[in-house]
């Protein structure tokens, strides 16, 4: 009776310990699963700080600032005209990428030419405009450059006959004739370039011309008017106009009205473009970070 008691107890004290270890090792296990959810949760944590930190990292390394563009787009300019002014060489370089180099006549001065820098055509960056008159009459002529602070290249955006251009924020632009021996005064003889946005350049071709004769050309050149209509139209209005554009007859007279109403149609509201030119002097190239 004794006997069985004991393996009665030793049972149940075995039956104890399992339920134990049993206990012991589902805690054990808990704790590990806990261990590895926390595991995971730092380590997402983790990647997704360091995302968000090279995600901020590229963020910061996008274009530079205006501020520094136009720093950058300026001294560029300044070395460009410095070079011009010192060795004749122009800052954009010629169809096959050689040195253009410029003429300068003796019985004038490199520092006779001119230069401004404007945002003639409205795209957001100032252009390099250069007016080049120290040579022969009929090789004078007004160039647009720009130069490009995101691929390092230097780009033409139209060479004009002559100076005095003038820059419409409706991408015209008025280029007066070099010389007037055939025309009259009144308006000036003038062709019309338009700007190229896609492009970013103005026609080289002129889109069209304009020249007028009035009562001065009148009264001493009247065989060159073959029209009686149109020396009735000058004595009537004092003017008359020859327009070449499209929509219009260029072997037509039209009337001082006609013409305003082309002016109207082609510039309408637009401004002209205010463009300051500097003589292309050490001093004046020395001051363009202070020109806005």
């Given amino acids: 009776m004794r006997r069985s008691s004991v393996i009665i107890i030793i049972c149940v004290?075995?039956?104890?310990?399992?339920?134990?270890?049993?206990?012991t090792v589902d805690t054990a296990l808990e704790t590990s699963e806990t261990a590895i959810e926390s595991s995971s949760e730092t380590s997402a944590t983790t990647s997704s700080e360091e995302t968000t930190s090279i995600t901020t990292t590229e963020s910061t390394t996008e274009s530079m600032p205006e501020t520094t563009n136009k720093a950058?787009?300026?001294?560029?300019?300044?070395?460009?005209?410095?070079?011009?002014?010192?060795?004749?060489?122009?800052?954009?370089?010629?169809?096959?990428?050689?040195?253009?180099?410029?003429?300068?006549?003796?019985?004038?001065?490199?520092s006779n030419n001119r230069f401004a820098i404007t945002d003639v055509d409205c795209d957001g960056t100032d252009e390099l405009i250069i007016e080049w008159?120290?040579?022969?009459?009929?090789?004078?002529?007004?160039?647009?450059?720009?130069?490009?602070?995101?691929?390092?290249?230097?780009?033409?955006?139209?060479?004009?006959?002559?100076?005095?251009?003038?820059?419409?924020?409706?991408?015209?632009?008025?280029?007066p004739h070099y010389r007037n021996m055939d025309y009259g005064e009144v308006t000036w003889p003038y062709s019309i370039h338009m700007y190229d946005h896609e492009n970013d350049k103005y026609s080289l071709d002129p889109v069209g011309d304009v020249v007028c004769f009035d009562r001065e050309y009148l009264k001493y050149r009247e065989e060159y008017i073959p029209s009686k209509k149109a020396k009735r139209m000058i004595k009537k209005d004092g003017v008359v106009y020859l327009i070449s554009y499209p929509g219009y007859d260029p072997q037509k007279y039209y009337s001082k009205n006609e013409y305003n109403a082309f002016w109207q149609k082609l510039v309408g509201n637009a401004k002209q473009i205010k463009v300051k030119y500097y003589a292309l002097t050490k001093k004046n190239i020395n001051k363009i970070a202070s020109i806005d």
């Fill in 13 to 23: 004290f075995s039956l104890m310990i399992s339920s134990c270890n049993e206990t």
């Fill in 72 to 110: 950058l787009l300026y001294e560029k300019y300044k070395e460009a005209l410095t070079k011009l002014r010192k060795d004749l060489i122009w800052p954009v370089k010629g169809d096959n990428q050689e040195e253009i180099i410029m003429d300068v006549m003796e019985y004038t001065k490199v």
């Fill in 133 to 175: 008159t120290s040579t022969a009459g009929l090789a004078q002529f007004t160039g647009v450059i720009e130069y490009d602070v995101n691929t390092g290249e230097w780009k033409s955006e139209g060479r004009f006959t002559a100076f005095n251009t003038k820059f419409y924020d409706n991408g015209v632009l008025i280029n």
